[in-house]
């Protein structure tokens, strides 16, 4: 506890604290348990005495930790003096002396209730965490106070800039050396303990040293919450969002996260795009902005939300994010303000330019004139500014009003040009662009003026194919570049014509997994050439053959998955699509083109077996089947679709068994076997799930037979699965297995790895109730590394979930707690809710091996209510677990605590019970 508070007078304005705390105090309390109360007493007096006596308070004491505050920074520094000399004349009880860490640092902070908050604090407290026991550590903001007033017989050691667990500004820290003391410690310890997301910066921020201030300030400052960074695109608002963000990362004690809001464009994504960042999936049913409310409502962190103009009625989503959780600061870059309350606009404006005849020197100096060469440094190394080339570069930057884009695209032209008659073009090209694009606003023109300068380098060809490949959207590959961009009738070199573009700097290429390069655009230089694409009367043709091309990229998946052929490849190439895929989608929906839609929604299944996007497949279905009029094929395809979507989910509604009946009825009428054959699984599916048992029985051994007809090994094999899991229901184990065994032999033959993977899970599992443990884990293993290799997510985590249960059926309590654990999060982020109750059963289960009973029964009462709402159905592995959960915990809590406790997970929300599962083990043991 800290001394009374009633008296004190607390420094105004910049104070300097003094943080402490004892090294290796844990370790010491564990070996000495007998002597260190008395020791830690002696301690506390020793702290408060000197601290008092130096003029110091003590506002707080966390175990062995003293927090005090002085208003003199040089009377601090007697007291971290005094301390570590009192603490090294003591007679410990302990065989080991008392060492202790102090740290010093002045800066403005918060008080409130005789307490101290903010960065300063913070800061305080991680130079502490840099130090050793025995040592003094001082920020350059005390010695600067101090100066000339460091008692006789000390002196500093400067122990140069650090970076405090990883942040962008390093901080300058000294060494207060004391004679008599000790002076040699290990180096400094610096590591970053708060999360981020804040990507590298390949290039230093030229300039901006008021703005980055500013901002920070704003930031830091207690009751702004909302700063907006303003300004035209390329002024450079997201570099100095991220240089903010990282400068501040301290003060936002749950960490800072760098939302890319790039190939955003409807609002209503602006949730689930928050939430991907953060990593945080919704619990089944639930919306995506209230889980993103609750998820954030007691945390402190800071949201950077970059490129957010083209979203920009999310406004009002921002604003109810920024009253549902108290803590939560939000940085904006967008081109233009929010406009709701509590908002702080900062404007982005250019870099200061030079004024004409300015001598080399100032050139040299000038923040905009460093840039280009910087940029222009980076394409010719042995470009250098001079006497000769100065003024030109001066009158450069002045005539792209010194926005930091429009600079580095004219200094990528400096392998063409000379600065001289790089300055000649663009400033014929503003004359003429300028008389043409008057009703521009001001804020576009300059940079528009940029852009379409590079734009009118290019001749007819690359200009074309610069128009086309506007429709694409998060890259594109080059097959789709020659599929989309270059047809029969109106061909282009389109190799030569990529090559062309990125050495002008208006296309980037990467290297991607597959060896494919891949080409992408800066989103300024994309909205000039949709622009432009608009403008040109072309726009529907190109987007038209852009969905087209799509939805065949889909189909291919869809029947490389049935097929079994290239199916890796096909996923991995779909994988990196999505942004294509809901561009075409947006297209097609808005122009009534259900067809299409339809055809381009083939991709949600492999998606989401992929990578787990349930919720938005299930949103683009339903906007496809408002749109009436549908074909027969189209409806048919659709409702199948989207009941499998809703049925993966845990939904298994009436509504979704109406879906299925009217698909295979309309399939049925046009003949479509394959079509009736994966409707009647997925309704075999929902009868399974239902209990009726017969009805499934009938469903899947007519889709068999289809399958066999069809020669479809990945068909044959799912539905002699679906066989196999309905006999074992029935206890027919024998015929169960031979089914399974039948599905492994048919999907090995045909190819259909997926399907093979899956049939050597369901043998497992037979292997696993036989007590065969070996032989199911041999079995679960091969299927494990099926899965990885095929880069199927959802297969993947099964065979977690599946081996964990042979690891704690071993006694291997350890492993099958991380291997239920790794199933766990992965069936919450694939959205799959009958995998979550599965998961939760299979940890239960280890809960109750290590007599965690009361903690078992919760986690048994959230399965079962997960399992009563998904109509789950689950095996004889799972029935057995429950079971001896249940005996167990009613033998070692009696009947009313096991049903308190089973009451108490029933009630939990799907998030509470995962985060309950995933907590240390001794959490809530009992």
Request: glycine letters at 8%; proline letters at 4%; a negative charge.
């Amino acid at each position: 506890m800290s001394e009374s508070t009633s008296s004190i007078t607390y420094p105004s304005g910049t104070a300097t604290f003094l943080f402490t705390d004892i090294e290796r105090s844990t370790e010491m309390w564990e070996r000495h348990r007998e002597v260190m109360p008395r020791a830690l007493e002696r301690h506390d007096s020793v702290m408060r005495d000197v601290i008092r006596a130096s003029g110091g308070r003590v506002f707080k004491e966390v175990g062995d930790a003293f927090h005090a505050v002085f208003a003199d920074a040089a009377r601090a520094v007697e007291a971290a003096i005094a301390i570590q000399r009192s603490l090294s004349a003591e007679a410990w009880e302990t065989p080991e002396p008392i060492r202790v860490r102090v740290a010093l640092h002045a800066g403005d902070a918060e008080q409130r209730d005789n307490d101290f908050f903010g960065p300063t604090l913070n800061r305080t407290a991680r130079i502490l965490a840099a130090g050793h026991g025995g040592q003094v550590l001082l920020s350059q903001s005390v010695e600067r106070l101090v100066q000339d007033r460091f008692p006789e017989g000390t002196a500093l050691r400067d122990l140069g800039e650090r970076r405090l667990k990883d942040l962008a500004r390093p901080e300058r820290i000294f060494q207060l050396v004391v004679e008599g003391l000790d002076t040699e410690f290990p180096p400094l310890q610096t590591l970053d303990a708060r999360p981020h997301n804040l990507p590298a910066q390949e290039t230093p921020l030229v300039g901006r040293e008021r703005e980055l201030r500013a901002v920070r300030d704003l930031v830091l400052r207690q009751g702004t919450r909302l700063i907006t960074l303003t300004g035209p695109g390329g002024t450079g608002k997201t570099r100095l969002a991220l240089q903010v963000a990282a400068e501040v990362i301290d003060a936002f004690r749950d960490g800072v996260f760098f939302v890319n809001l790039t190939s955003v464009r409807e609002p209503e994504r602006l949730p689930a795009t928050i939430l991907q960042t953060l990593d945080v999936s919704p619990d089944s049913g639930e919306a995506e902005d209230v889980a993103l409310r609750k998820w954030l409502a007691d945390r402190e962190l800071l949201l950077v939300l970059d490129n957010f103009e083209q979203i920009v009625d999310a406004a009002v989503r921002v604003g109810d994010l920024l009253r549902e959780a108290p803590r939560l600061c939000v940085l904006v870059t967008s081109q233009a303000a929010l406009r709701i309350r509590g908002e702080h606009a900062f404007p982005v404006g250019p870099l200061e330019l030079p004024e004409e005849g300015s001598s080399l020197v100032v050139l040299a100096a000038n923040d905009a004139v460093e840039l280009f060469v910087e940029r222009a440094q980076a394409i010719r190394p042995d470009f250098e500014l001079d006497e000769e080339n100065a003024q030109a570069v001066g009158a450069i930057v002045r005539q792209l009003d010194g926005l930091p884009l429009a600079i580095e695209l004219a200094a990528t032209r400096i392998q063409l040009f000379t600065p001289q008659a790089l300055l000649s073009r663009i400033a014929q090209r503003f004359d003429l662009l300028s008389s043409r694009a008057r009703d521009l606003p001001d804020r576009h023109r300059t940079l528009r003026n940029a852009i379409a300068w590079s734009y009118d380098l290019l001749d007819e060809e690359d200009k074309a194919l610069f128009r086309r490949q506007a429709v694409f959207d998060g890259g594109f590959a080059l097959d789709s570049a020659e599929e989309v961009c270059s047809p029969p009738d109106d061909p282009l070199d389109i190799l030569e014509g990529l090559t062309s573009l990125i050495d002008k700097s208006l296309l980037r290429q990467r290297p991607t997994s597959l060896g494919e390069p891949r080409f992408e655009r800066l989103r300024t230089v994309l909205a000039f050439a949709v622009e432009i694409l608009e403008e040109s009367g072309e726009a529907d043709t190109w987007r038209r053959r852009h969905a087209e091309h799509f939805a065949a990229l889909a189909e291919r998946v869809d029947e490389a998955l049935s097929a079994q052929r290239e199916a890796k490849s096909r996923l991995d190439r779909l994988a990196l699509e999505v942004d294509n895929i809901r561009v075409a989608l947006k297209w097609a929906v808005g122009a009534r083109e259900a067809d299409l839609a339809v055809r381009l929604c083939a991709a949600i299944p492999a998606l989401w077996f992929r990578t787990g996007t349930l919720q938005e497949g299930r949103t683009w279905l339903e906007q496809v089947l408002a749109l009436g009029s549908l074909s027969e094929p189209t409806r048919a395809r659709a409702l199948n679709l989207l009941g499998r979507i809703r049925q993966i989910g845990g939904d298994n509604s009436p509504e979704v068994g109406a879906a299925f009946e009217e698909s295979l009825g309309l399939y049925r009428k046009l003949g479509d076997e394959r079509g009736i054959a994966r409707a009647l699984m997925n309704l075999g599916n929902l009868k399974r799930r239902e209990r009726d048992l017969d009805a499934a029985e009938a469903l899947f051994r007519e889709a068999l037979a289809i399958y066999e007809s069809l020669g479809e090994a990945f068909g044959r094999g799912a539905a002699l699965m679906n066989l196999g899991d309905l006999y074992s229901a029935r206890g027919d184990r024998d015929e169960a297995r031979s089914l399974f065994e039948r599905a492994r032999e048919v999907t090995r033959a045909g190819g259909a790895r997926i399907g093979h993977a899956y049939s050597l899970q369901y043998l497992g599992t037979m292997a696993v109730v036989d007590g065969l443990l070996d032989q199911a884990e041999d079995l679960y293993e091969q299927s494990r590394r099926e899965f990885a290799d095929l880069g199927a997510r959802p297969g993947l985590v099964w065979s977690f979930y599946y081996l964990a249960i042979v690891a704690r059926e071993r006694g291997d309590l350890g492993r099958a707690r991380a291997l239920f654990g790794e199933a766990i999060q992965g069936v919450q982020e694939l959205g799959h809710l009958p995998g979550v109750a599965l998961a939760l059963i299979g940890l239960a289960g280890v809960e109750r091996a290590e007599g965690h009973h009361r903690r078992a029964a919760i986690l048994l009462g959230a399965a079962r209510e997960i399992q009563r709402r998904a109509s789950l159905s689950i095996s004889e592995v799972e029935v057995s677990s429950m079971r001896e959960i249940e005996a167990a915990g009613r033998e070692a809590l009696g009947d009313s605590e096991l049903e308190r406790a089973l009451s108490e997970g029933r009630s939990l929300e799907v998030a509470h019970a995962v985060a309950l599962a995933l907590a240390p083990a001794d959490a809530l043991a009992s």
